[in-house]
């Protein structure tokens, strides 16, 4: 009986437009009609005016294009604070004549565009929950307890879209293009703790998002940019249906310097793994402190605090892992308690 | 027979001018005639137009003044990027009649004030080679070999000084400011590496400072500050001749996420020791790259370099420590081998 | 009978610990006890993290407080960007035997501390109302017409004052450090605005506050400092009870290149004047456009747009008055119409 | 007898990747055959990671890729300060049956790569001075006195190419990425000084470029991009082989708020003409002074000089000319005189 198995490659990037890597896996590696998806570390500021996402995405549409390949989930992270690397994962999935026998999961799923009205409120939340739930369904992931990380990417609010919204008698969650990625992360975090069991829909108010920070989900992650107004949202989990040698967990900090939990994570998986990816989120913790101790990250004008935030926990992470490409994504409202975060650990068995 | 004892106390800052918590110290913990250094992390950009350095000196200068005690070594290193915390670390010592048996041991210097045309120039190595000597002479240390850290305050150049120089026929060595911190910085390390007998002075030329990092103090910590004309010198080690619980140890952190050489001096030191304090350099690793992958810490225009290396570095070591007021210092320019930089860990033994 | 006269000098500073050229004036040319007022411009971020208003504040207490004179107001305005240069301007008053003819008249007041939880919103206006029409009072000014300008220094929430309203049950308007300075602002100028007799107070609801920009003051101008937990108020303004050569006039700008009522208000004024000092507000225009076009202030996440718009409109004045120690102060909520604002201008009559 | 015409359109950009209002010029204004250069503002940082260069460069290849259309000179600036407007100018000419009566006159050229070693040395200025004749000839301008503007776009260093240049055994003339693009800049300009006879190939040593600012050309104007490795020249004066309604003249602005030169310049040309562009350089004054007062962009380490002296000019300039999609491109050096620059103006006259 068939399965699936996935492909997980790390590849790394000289600039946004540097795509070369990836298509010399295409080459010899991997079959370009098996990617599902690409999630990149680009080195803009992970804010508003980030136009590294975009000019990436326009690089990987140009290249899959070139391949006549589409619907390729590409999802951008800016900012690669402190030693982070910017790279590009690769996920691919291709069917097997083997057994499934357990093993990492991928599945896709995207939704309509969002009108910016509903940015950051209950809608949000609805219809990011309801694509999750395809996204689960098209992992072939049966039990939500073996899902370990959900990737969404997310739509922001720029001055035009706010005025455009205005212009038709709409008014916006908020006018603070800024605040307006933090609220589209949250409700999209919210949207996952929805679908994945964590959270009834009917106990989340529209005042909740990025406000009662209790509530949130243990294995989303999600990204803001200004190049996309709809959700691409990416499954990664366990299941049976799968066979390979990829497996995954994952962990949640419960702060920013919360390396036990981490360990103990990757102790849950096979030791002899070579480390396939690491997908982490981080924020300033919201409290001001962080084991007790102020930090300034809330108070700097200069630097947004989830370009602190990656740098820092990027740190954290490296020093355990003692690699510089990984995916930190800043600003975790919702994803993962406050001032923690998820962090999700992909590893590959020797065979 | 009688010994010198020194006390180490970490204390919380909530802003450059917070100086609260350490005027409480001197109602019970510490007789204020005995402090010898204050060092402090401060919240700004510690770069040039980092006046957070300049308000926090100011107010201890009213501290101190209040008390009638001059002459306290004042050394404020500006950024806490990242979750790191501002504090100050006040320095003490005091004669005990108790024997000598071997603790850590505190000695500061001051030099003359520099002018501008000497800096970055092997005029200044040499001045700060004979202060650093005279400082390791003042904590009673007999062989370099237990010197563990020397943390130099040296000044740096701002257009006004860079125009005063050329006003009187002088060259400065450039006249960039940031750059200015830089080569200050430099050149005080190798004046270190000098008085530790790690480096001949006749091996140093003009334009090795800030070019050739092979050449390097393996316990050298040095920060520019627009507050200063001169260099303040702490000096920190074992000595035979001090007595009390505490003891130093350093390590050399060979890259930014060499977290097994801090690991390993860590284990050096009495295994049932209290942190008392951690002081270490880092800085954007000159090759671009860290651990075979490229960082973006000296293309980014946006955030200066010793920002991002002190908000990683930071992460790094907060993931090994457990806590966030370290003292991270920015700019490790002959400190330490490229990309990397001391580390020293002074702990408390219970009794 | 006699009257009173007012004084200006504008000083350059090439600090923020840098009086030596205010203290000069007290050698020889004004009576230190007559000081009223001091405002500075400073060169921080003008943000929340902007040390330089404090550290500024500190050093004229420490001057002030060694001539033995209490109760000056000091206004810091952080933020000289572009070519605006750090200065300070300093207020004074003395009574003098001539007769009022009819000059600039002086008057200042403070509030007491404003709790965290009426920031942004209608007590902070009541309170800022009361308190402006106690400063027409001490300045003598009859008529609100004669007023030209109100100068307010107001506090900001940081995240422990928001923590401590929290911890005591309180919800403040905003958790966002930088959004609340926007908020004190807005409400201090709609205080202004009711003093005034622009506004009614029954006409303003909590959510109007930085929100509906039609409601403005055409003389207010508001900074936020992390340095203050009250209001301080100076009015300016002509009254018939005061002589001497001083005059003012001031213009609202309906945007940031509305040069044309700028140099109508200069032409009000008397043709052979020397400028004393030029006072004025800027802000990034909420429309996301200036004269049609597109900027990018808003969406600009790696410099504050408070930061772009005293640089640019710091510009367009230098260029009518030729002068660049102009006080142009970010942020200019209700204070004059959406992406415009105020402009003081006071000059010297040759005699 | 036939002549050449010239076509400006200023056109806005909603973002680096929004072409399409130039794509609409396509249908009905202009044969995209005749275009030879489009010169645009984008609104990155305009230092060295600045993608929005690349990003904008990117999407008009592939504009002009979908009408097979070759060799057109995209030279991008970054940076749109204050209230600058991100737009395009596009630069067209074609063949008419009108006689030359004297009017704008385009010329294109195009060196080879650039060796980074050759960067901000007297290799630079050779091979640019060589390219701007070759431009000056292409636009068929016969005396150099009728050149007024002289745009080009300049390779940058990357930490990347300075590696390989040294792996290669050769030095570059900086390791500091930043200060790369002001050498490459200054070399460029020098070139230009060259190829209009200002000053003399052998006046010219490695060492004054970026040092003796009093060298510096009247109408030369230089951006440094990391997109490409080579020069990008346009040539923009006045020809009798031209006809039509555009024409040009330049001022050169003595410092920041020098508005006399450039009012002077405005009234040079036809009084009924409308604004078709205006093209200047700005940078902050090296003397650290404006008129006599200190500036602090020199020694801020949060905001790039190039910034705030693109964002004060540009408020300079605005005032004059009631408008803000200007080309104010930063960093001068040899642009005119030091803290000056010129500044091109082009009107067409109603007909």
């Known amino acids: 009986m068939p399965s699936l198995r ?25 079959d370009v009609g098996n990617v599902v998806a690409v999630l990149g570390k680009t080195e ?8 590294t ?9 140009r290249l899959f294009g070139k391949h006549n390949v589409e619907g390729v989930s590409i999802i951008m992270s800016g900012g690669t604070e402190g030693a982070l690397s910017p790279h590009w994962t690769v996920f691919a999935r291709e069917q097997v004549n083997e057994p499934g026998e357990g093993a990492l999961a991928i599945g896709v799923a995207r939704t309509a565009a969002l009108p910016p009205e509903h940015l950051g409120r209950r809608e949000q939340v609805c219809m990011v929950a309801a694509a999750v739930t395809e996204a689960i369904r098209d992992a072939g992931i049966e039990d939500v307890a073996d899902v370990h990380f959900v990737q969404i990417k997310c739509p922001l609010l720029t001055s035009q879209r706010i005025a455009d919204a205005e212009a038709a008698g709409k008014t916006t969650a908020t006018r603070d293009t800024l605040k307006s990625m933090a609220l589209s992360r949250g409700a999209s975090a919210l949207g996952v703790a929805v679908a994945l069991g964590e959270l009834e829909i009917d106990a989340i108010a529209d005042s909740d998002i990025c406000s009662r920070f209790d509530l949130y989900s243990r294995c989303a992650s999600a990204s803001a940019g200004v190049e996309l107004l709809d959700h691409e949202i990416i499954v990664l989990g366990m299941s049976a249906k799968w066979s390979g040698p990829l497996a995954i967990d994952h962990a949640v900090m419960h702060d920013a310097i919360d390396t036990r939990s981490v360990r103990a994570a990757w102790e849950r998986l096979p030791a002899d793994g070579k480390l396939a990816a690491v997908l982490a989120k981080a924020e300033p913790d919201p409290s001001g402190q ?16 989830t ?7 990027g740190g954290v992470l490296a020093g355990i892992f003692g690699m510089t490409d990984l995916y930190v994504s800043g600003g975790a409202e919702h994803q993962g308690p406050p001032g923690g975060g998820p962090v999700a650990i992909i590893v590959e068995k020797e065979i």
């Open 307 to 313: 370009r602190h935030a990656r740098a820092f926990v």
């Open 53 to 61: 996402r975009g000019y990436a995405t326009q690089s990987f549409e």
């Open 44 to 51: 803009g500021n992970g804010c508003v005016n980030d136009f």
């Open 6 to 30: 996935a492909h997980v490659f790390r590849v790394p990037a000289d600039g946004p437009d540097d795509v070369s890597l990836v298509e010399a896996l295409f080459a010899d590696r991997i």
């Open 290 to 305: 962080v084991g007790g101790r102020r930090h300034t990250m809330l108070n700097d004008s200069d630097i947004a605090g």
